[in-house]
């Protein structure tokens, strides 16, 4: 996919950013290297490669550099709501604000 210049001007005007001749022609060449990247890795078959979940998994047990997923804050709940002005059910309340 390559882009033209009416693209980066259309791409330019969407954030509008006003772009000299220069920049927008090296915008042009920045972009269409990026898609020729894009392309290039897309033609790579993948189809027998295993999705990794982390990236260093590759190369190590990524499942031991992690620590457990456990609380190990203390449960605060009554002495944060003490200056609420309202709460019911543990729950703060609030005036509504969106009919």
């Known amino acids: 996919m390559a882009l033209t210049s009416l693209d980066i001007e259309r791409?330019?005007?969407l954030?509008?950013?006003?772009?000299?001749l220069p920049e927008?022609?090296?915008?042009?060449?920045q972009?269409?290297?990026?898609?020729?990247?894009v392309e290039k890795m897309q033609a790579v078959d993948t189809s027998g490669i295993t999705p990794l979940a982390?990236?260093?998994?590759a190369i190590q047990d990524i499942?031991?550099?992690?620590?457990?997923?456990?609380?190990?804050?203390?449960n605060n709940?009554?002495?944060n709501q003490l200056n609420a002005?309202?709460?019911?059910?543990?729950?703060?309340?609030?005036?509504?604000?969106?009919e």
């Open 31 to 37: 972009l269409n290297g990026f898609f020729g990247i």
């Open 15 to 20: 954030a509008r950013l006003e772009l000299s």
């Open 77 to 79: 709940r009554e002495a």
């Open 85 to 98: 002005p309202a709460v019911e059910r543990g729950l703060f309340l609030v005036p509504k604000v969106i």
């Open 54 to 57: 982390h990236p260093v998994a």
């Open 11 to 13: 791409i330019a005007n």
């Open 24 to 29: 927008s022609e090296r915008m042009l060449a």
């Open 63 to 74: 499942q031991l550099r992690l620590r457990e997923d456990i609380a190990s804050e203390p």
